[in-house]
């Protein structure tokens, strides 16, 4: 699948052939038209992943319409945007129509997925401005997509509360996502950006893991992680 993903990306940059179960859509009006016409076909089930706080705001009119059609919603969110009042809200408004939300700390691009016959993927990098997104209607990559969603879904934790944003177990798995992080000898920068926070909050979290640690610097903090076997826990 990875291998099907790079190609398209690949195309989606001008490189190498076209193929008829992929379609590169530049950003704007080509992209929301696209989005359109697979939300008005959708019948039984949305499947997104978004990123960014100001992403779900834009995507909630839609999702709230299938709900009322009688589809199925699911969203996954980066535990970084929960604080946010614009996701809290939106986390609010979704479940209450019938969607479901979960978290998790590391989420890489974002997608929808309806009825696993049509994806809309971003084919941008995270950290890098909007390239586009690319339409898929390939059978064996969208099932591929069907299957990484469902590993995402089923480890993703759902105590998510639109009043404080998250909850205790939410906070388990940022926290773990942080001393993975510590272990793994990353920088501070690619760190935070991978776990969508800034890096003011992410450097936060890590104090206060090492204080918990009793860690007095980050080489003792990592080697403490890995023999308290957090690295190891999803």
């Not at 099907?4 to 008829?20: C, K, L, P």
């Not at 994806?119 to 941008?124: E, G």
């Not at 940022?174 to 920088?187: D, E, K, P, Q």
């Amino acid at each position: 699948m990875l291998r099907d993903w790079g190609t398209v990306y690949d195309q989606a940059r001008g490189i190498g052939t076209r193929d008829e179960g992929f379609t590169f859509l530049p950003p704007g009006a080509p992209t929301r038209i696209a989005a359109n016409q697979a939300r008005n076909d959708c019948c039984s089930e949305l499947a997104t992943i978004q990123l960014s706080g100001a992403t779900v705001g834009e995507v909630l009119p839609g999702e709230l319409d299938l709900l009322r059609r009688g589809v199925g919603v699911r969203t996954l969110v980066q535990h970084s945007v929960l604080p946010k009042l614009t996701v809290r809200s939106y986390v609010h408004k979704l479940t209450t129509a019938g969607g479901e939300v979960r978290a998790l700390p590391h989420l890489w691009f974002g997608l929808a997925m309806f009825d696993r016959r049509v994806v809309l993927a971003s084919a941008s990098l995270k950290d890098e401005p909007s390239a586009g997104t690319v339409l898929i209607r390939n059978p064996v990559v969208v099932a591929r997509v069907s299957e990484m969603f469902e590993h995402f879904w089923a480890t993703a934790t759902s105590d998510v509360d639109e009043s404080g944003g998250r909850g205790e177990l939410v906070s388990t798995q940022l926290r773990v996502a942080i001393a993975r992080m510590l272990a793994s000898g990353c920088t501070d920068e690619v760190s935070a950006r991978r776990l969508g926070m800034s890096l003011r909050t992410y450097r936060r979290h890590v104090a206060h893991l090492m204080t918990d640690l009793g860690a007095r610097t980050r080489f003792q903090a990592g080697l403490l992680v890995r023999d308290a076997g957090l690295i190891g826990v999803d």
